[in-house]
């Protein structure tokens, strides 16, 4: 082999191998164990990208059928699994402002962002 091929070799396995890192680091699984849990700022980036994907039609016509729908078609596509375990068998209607299950809902976010475990979250701001 002659030093073009030999280096090129080793540059394609340098490239993979820093792919294979990038991808490593952004998984999921990392980035969902972090120690820093999620910040309002990103809660409020995150939900604003789900308005737009909302009113671009991704979610559906049933998500912009009213405002009530729209934040909660919002409140699923921030976070899956908190609306599930906070919002879904009772999603929010209209007029309604349930403080004690957005907290629920902002500290179940905060825990699935450091990969802690979700028991006991519902009930835990009731007075």
């Known amino acids: 082999m002659n030093k073009n091929m030999i280096h090129s070799a080793n540059c394609a396995r340098f490239s993979f191998g820093i792919i294979w890192a990038v991808f490593l680091l952004c998984s999921e699984g990392v980035l969902a164990k972090s120690r820093i849990p ?29 405002s ?38 902002k500290y179940c976010m905060n ?7 979700l028991d006991g979250i519902r009930g835990s701001f009731d007075l």
Do not use: M
């Open 68 to 105: 009530i729908a729209r934040e909660n078609c919002a409140l699923q596509c921030l976070s899956p699994v908190c609306y599930e375990l906070i919002y879904e068998s009772d999603p929010l209607e209209e007029g309604e402002k349930d403080f004690t299950r957005s907290s629920e809902y």
């Open 111 to 117: 825990k699935v962002s450091l990969g802690e475990s």
């Open 38 to 66: 999620i910040s309002d700022a990103e809660i409020r980036l995150k939900k604003n990208d789900c308005y737009s994907d909302i009113e671009s039609g991704l979610w559906g016509q049933q998500c912009k059928s009213s």
